[in-house]
């Protein structure tokens, strides 16, 4: 991707980057979890949870770091490391699932990546591009199903850090220093 070689800005990597994480393997994702709605492979759609919610804490991480930038990018220059993105997950959707699928198609995939664009552009304070809804409205509840009972399966969730070990040290964090 263009946008995250040595002659873009920092703010420019950091919005590649959350694109990365964030659109990236989105559609990927998502076919998984259809699988995971229909009760096949538990097993990979376990390891799917986990992924998709760190490359989610991942993007989270990117949209707050953008946040506390001095001087945020031109709307038109996100939208466009936005577009690029969708583009590129676009084309590997069309090559990964060319064959419809009940309920799932590579036209509905695609309508779905732009709405994950939309919800990444909202997050970094900027209009949507594409303003799509959600043709997977199931994928809105996967993230309410991450509450396991111990006994009956493992348990995917994070522990806070330093709960076990007693405490925790403060660091500052600056946006005033140079990369």
Known sequence: MRWIGS??????????????????FSGS????FWLKKRGLMPGLCFSNSLI???????????????????G????????????????IEKAFILEALPCRLIGMN???????????ADRLLRELGY????????PFDWMENISLQGKANFFERRVGEYQRAGVLAGGYQAFEFRTDLDF
């Open 52 to 70: 998709a919610r760190d490359e989610g804490l991942h993007t989270d991480f990117a949209c707050l770091l953008y946040s506390q930038l001095r």
């Open 7 to 24: 002659g873009s800005s920092f703010a420019e990597r950091l919005v590649a980057f959350a694109c990365v994480e964030g659109i990236f």
């Open 29 to 32: 994702f998502c076919a998984i």
């Open 106 to 116: 590579s036209n509905l995939m695609a309508t779905y990546v732009e709405f994950v």
């Open 127 to 134: 209009a949507p591009v594409y303003n799509v809804k959600n």
């Open 72 to 87: 945020p990018l031109p709307e038109a220059t996100v939208q466009g490391i936005v577009r690029d993105a969708v583009e």
